[in-house]
Structures are given as C-alpha cells and as structure tokens.
C-alpha cells in the first residue's frame, strides 16, 4: 500500500464509529440542496439557455473548498467551480468576508471560468457569524459584453477584446446586488435587463443553498456534519483508488490538433496527452505548440473540467458519488506556460472549453479507452469506446426583430444534437451530446418558434455520421432555420471540427465530421405561403455558402436559410465484423447510404422491387475478398471471428502481442503497432466515396492509418495521421514486463 492509500486508511478507520447510513443521508442531503439549487435557477430564468437548454450548474462546498453536493448538468463546471471557490478562499479569507457577500466570476484566468460566457456566483454560507460553507451558481449567459456575441469571439486576437471579465469581483453585500455595478453592467451588454435576471436567478440560488445548508446544520450540528463530510470523501476517495488500481501500471499516449481557420487558413495546432497510471492515481500531462492570437486557448478551467475530468467521470468514475474524494486521486500537469494548454493574458479564450478543451477530453478519452481495454477487469475492458465528438456547430445571432426588440438568440441544438462514440455493449447513442453537457438538451421546435425569431424547416439526422465499426458511432443531427419575423441579423459561427472528426477505436472509422453553410437568397418564404413543404435543402432553391469554422459578421437575411451538420462519434471494432443484417436495419432507416455500406461495411446489394437489401451470404464473401488483396496472408474467415469483436483487439503477455481475434502473433517488444505496417488512405478521399461529411485539406492533408492482423485480416486499429507531421501511433506502454490482459 503506497503512502496516499494508506493515508486514505487511517483517516477511515479513525471516522469508524460513525454511522454509514447517516453518511449516506448525509451525502443525498448536500446533493438535494444543489438540486433545489437547480430548480431555483429553472423557475427564476427567463433565458431558454437555462430554461430549455439547461446550459448551467450548482455546486455546494464545506469552508474549506471542497465539493460535497452537485447538481449534474455540466461537467466541466466541477472544476470551475472548484477553482473560483479556492480563488476567493484565497482572496478573502479570513478578514475581507462578510455574510451575504456576492462575488461575480467568469474569467477563465483567475476563476476557472471555461470561458467568458460562463458567469459564475459564489457566496459564503453563514450561520450568524460563522461561516459554513459556499455556494456556486454558474450559467451561460446570452451576452457578457466585447466582441463576443453569447460569449464567443471567433476572431478575437486577444482577451481584452473578447468580453468583460470578473476575476471573482465583489458585487453586492448582505445578499442583495449593487445598483452602482447593475447600472455599469446595463451600459456595457447587449440585452441588459437579460444578463441582470439571470444573474440575479444564480443568487436566489445561492440564497436557496444557503437557506438548507444552515438547515442541515442546525439538525446536525457543523462539528458533526464536518466529521461526515470527511468520511464521506475517504469513502469515494477509496472507491476511486479501488478503480484506478484495477487498470495496469503504464503509460497511455495520444495525439490531437485543435483546428482554426479564423485568419483565412486552416491551420492546425498540435496537441498530445500522456496518461500515467501508479498504483492508485493518475496523472495528466498534456503538451502543445505555443499560444495563439484566436480564441481557442484552453485555461485551467477547460483543462481540468472538459479536458480532464468530463472523461474521468464517465468512463472510469461514473458509479461513484462525486465529491473531493475523485479530485484527490488525479493530478494534472499542462507544463510550460505561454501553450495552448497552458495560456497566459492576452491570448483569447472564449471558446477554449469547446476547442482545446474538447481536443484535450478526446485524447483523455482514447487514452482511458487504451488503459481499460488492458484491464484485467471485465468491467472495465467494457469501458472502452469510440471518441465521442464533443464538436458541433455553434452559432449566436445578434439583431433587431420586426417589433423593434433588440435580440440575442443562441440555438444550443446543433452543439448539444451531436453522436456518441460507439460502445462495447453496442452502438454508440444518438444525439448524445456534449461528453461534458449530458444534462445540458434543446428546445422542442415549438419553444423555440416561440421564443426566438427563427423557423425550424427541418431535424433530421446526418446520414454517415456515426463512425462505422462492429458497433456504429452514434447518430447526428442535421438541422436547417430561417429568419421569421426579422429582416436582417448578424452572427458568429463556430466548430471545432471540420477536419479531423472523432476517432472510432480497436478498428472502428472515425465519426462524420460538421458543417455550417448559409442558403442565400432561397425561395423559403415563398414555399411556405404556398403551403409547399420545405423539409429538406434538396428542396430548396439558392445558392449555397459553406462557411469557415469560425467566423464572425455572418450576415442571416430573410429568405436565408442557415443549415448546420453537426458530428457523429467514433465507431468500435472492424466494420466487416458487423453482422450483415444490422448493416441492412441501417440502410432501410437511412442512417448509411449504400456508398457507406459497400465501401465501409463490405456489403453487397441487391435490388428487389426498388428496395434494397443486404445480401447476407455474399456480403461475408465479399469482404473475406476484399481483405485478401491487401493482406495475403489471411488464412481465417472474417465470419469464424467476428464473435471476438469489440474492444479487445490486442492482446500482451510478456511482450509478446496477439490477435484477439485469431491468435496470431502480431509483434514482440513495448509497441506491436511498429510492427505492422499501415494501410494509409486519405480520409476526404474515402469520406467523399461514402457520402461522409468532412472537409479535405489541401496543405497536409489527413491519412487514415489502417493496420491490420496478417493473418485473419481483421482491422486492429485506425490512426490519423497528418501528412509530413511524424508521431508515434496512439498506445500503452506497461510499466510491468509480465502481464496477460487484452486490449
């Protein structure tokens, strides 16, 4: 037992005489207060991105700072949250507190904030004079002044011209909200009486907190409910370390690029995460290229909630109770200063949660994916997955309506209508979302229309966006609006990935990747007042403008038409592995086009009476066809081992690497990939084939890198590589000599 766990026992066995079941009400009492915490928001928002999106969170703390109570919405907030409370610890405590002090928090620098647009309120819990503990509010609001329309500036070149920033600034005392500060706030947004509301909203529910937690203390006194808070952080703390400790000792490593093309070329800017496991702790450290002049530079806040801790918890910790105990085991290094991952004032930042970040929550991902599927738990091989996309369009439009009210409307739909990665249980689920926003959902196309000035035409999903694999990723949306009762609005629009989508695992394709593109001057209106239907853009006239992935001043005029795909997750397993009669249920429910199915899926089909059909028979031939011609050395059916498929595709014993599927060596040493010469083919080449929705590069343009067993041709893994850039393939390196675990 290594110093830490030890530590872990003594500090539990010293809290042995109290009583579990209390710890356990306990536990459900602080995590009910920041439910009512929720709730409040809900009822006192006026602002569909709390509302109907539920793009928000609340979290609950001791005096000291640590989580005891969430109410799950957000992910990535667990760790804003948790940096702005030690933030004002640090700055206030102990002669500069009073109770009923409020304090604003949204800059990604100093708070945590994942970025501006996120404003966060914390206040101290006081009982009489004694402080026990603090609350934090936080939501997206719709306008926090600059450059940033909704709190993104995609062409910002530096934080001052993004948006305001509160570095955990007081703004009211005694509970109530300073008039000075509402009447500098009013001058300086967008939609004033908006941000005031809902600021307000995030301090009733604070209010509300704070209201239960000196409830809960006067039924069990603070000394007791501080012993309970403590055992019931040892007692996550164990169960982590218990989980962690069932992954082997190694090094798990990948690589990434956050995309921009904000200046008129599509650069890429590299990114890489090595993932440590000892014993019972993990430690993240991540690296990239040096800071730059756009605003998808990722702060502490979208490092550690989105990057780090959004896949902890869904992978690896999603069965256990969430407090400090889960911080406890995990460490963080993001290395030198003046990086993407670890930015210093000015670089921009207001979209560093969903560019960097989501790059640094894929690579985490993949790299937990690698550590599980070499488990020796059947549990937690089963953890492994495709990466889920945490990518799509976002766009926030600016302008007046025909009634003269001055309007912000920010549609969540397409970042949060996005397809998770495939599963070893199965296919990865549709419209899954933001990994880090799972709670977080869009309006009903009713809501919306009734709200803001826009016209739902259609929802659909994007054909081809699911990653093909043994199990499919899951399933994105395509959506199209117009402008109604409005003439003329401005807007941003942002994606962090139109190049390089999710990557599928254990041979699995990568997802489809988005797109935004504006329908100008279109015959919408006129179809509508005809009575024709408009539910698809074949129907449409006009001209099509595909727009960069981030881009401002986009012009939405009435009669245009805005049109967003967004992303599909990674598949898992070989696609030839996937039994023919699913491939046929998808082709009839139109979520793969017959290109995909032949090209990805190795199908074969056949015409009857119009329909189309898999042929069950001659699909398992074809593909046993196919692969002879690129490996010669197959010796096994493709369907005598399609039941192995999944996520262990590779097995090690003692340096000494197998097939999963067929048993054939693969290679001897640290990493069997360099032993396996690679298939290499251009993504948009085979995307374009397949009706797959991406953007080729001209200048270095995306590999896939396919390798395959050399002796039942079974697709083990597909990498993406980025021509002329060399980097060592994804993998895990074991710290151990010996073991006998699967990948």
Known sequence: MNKMAHKVAEAAQGLSELDPITAEVVRCAFDNIADEMAIVLLRTSGSPVLTEAKDFSAVLFDTTGRQVGTAGYVLAHLASSRIAIQEIIKLRMPDDLEPGDIFICNDPYTVGALHQGDVGIVMPIHDGKILIGWTFTNAHLIDVGGASISGIAPEAHDCFEEAIRFPGVRVGTAGVLDREWIRFIGANVRVPVSFINDVRSLIAACHAGAERMRGLVGEYGADTLDRYIEYNIGLTEKAFRERISQLPDGVAHTYDWVEYDGRGTADLHAVACEMTVEQDRLRFSFTGVEQVKAFINATPGAVAGMGV???VVCMLAYDIPFNEGIWNCIEIDTGKPGTVVNPRVPAPVTNAHMETGARLCRMVGESLALACSHSGSEMLRSRAAGQAPSSGPGAAWFGVKNDDELTIFFPLDNLVAIGGGAQTTGDGQDLY?????????????????????????????????????????????????????????????????????????????????????????????????????????????????????????????????????????????????????????????????????????????????????????????????????????????????????????????????????????????????????????????????????????????????????????????????????????????????????AQ
């Open 309 to 311: 801790m959004t896949p």
């Open 433 to 741: 979302g933001y990994q880090a926003t799972l709670a977080v959902s869009f309006p009903d196309v009713e809501v919306h229309e009734l709200l803001d000035p826009f016209f739902i035409l259609w929802r659909r999903f994007a054909i081809n966006s699911g990653g093909a694999g043994r199990h499919r990723g899951g399933m994105a949306m395509d959506q199209g609006y117009t402008l109604w009762k409005a003439d003329n609005f401005s807007g941003s629009c942002f994606m962090a990935a139109v190049e390089l989508p999710a990557r599928g695992f254990a041979g699995g394709f990568p997802g489809g990747a988005g797109r935004s593109a504006v329908i100008r001057g279109s015959d919408v209106l006129s179809r509508l007042e005809s009575g024709r239907v408009v539910a698809s853009p074949e129907r449409l006239t006009g001209e099509l403008e595909i727009l960069p992935a981030k881009v401002s001043n986009v012009p939405l005029r009435q009669g245009d038409v805005y049109w967003a795909t967004s992303s599909g997750g990674g598949g898992l397993g070989d696609p030839f592995h996937r039994p023919p009669d699913r491939v046929n249920e998808d082709l009839h429910d139109a979520r793969i086009t017959r290109a995909a199915a032949e090209e990805l899926y190795g199908a074969v089909i056949i015409e009857d009476d119009g329909a189309l059909n898999v042929d069950v028979e001659a699909t398992w031939a074809n593909r046993d066809h196919i692969r002879q011609a690129f490996v010669p050395t197959k010796r096994h059916k493709l369907r005598d081992v399609a039941h192995n498929s999944g996520g262990n595709g590779v097995m090690g014993d003692a340096g000494r690497w197998t097939c999963g599927h067929c048993n054939a060596e693969l290679g001897r040493g640290s990493a069997w990939k360099s032993d396996i010469e690679p298939r290499r083919r251009l993504l948009a080449e085979l995307f374009d084939k397949t009706q797959t929705q991406i953007r080729g590069r001209k200048h270095q343009p995306v590999h896939l890198a396919e390798r395959y067993c050399p002796a039942c041709a079974t697709c083990l893994s597909i990498d993406i590589e980025v021509e002329d850039v060399a980097r060592t393939p994804p993998g895990f390196t074991f710290a151990a000599t010996t073991h006998n675990i």
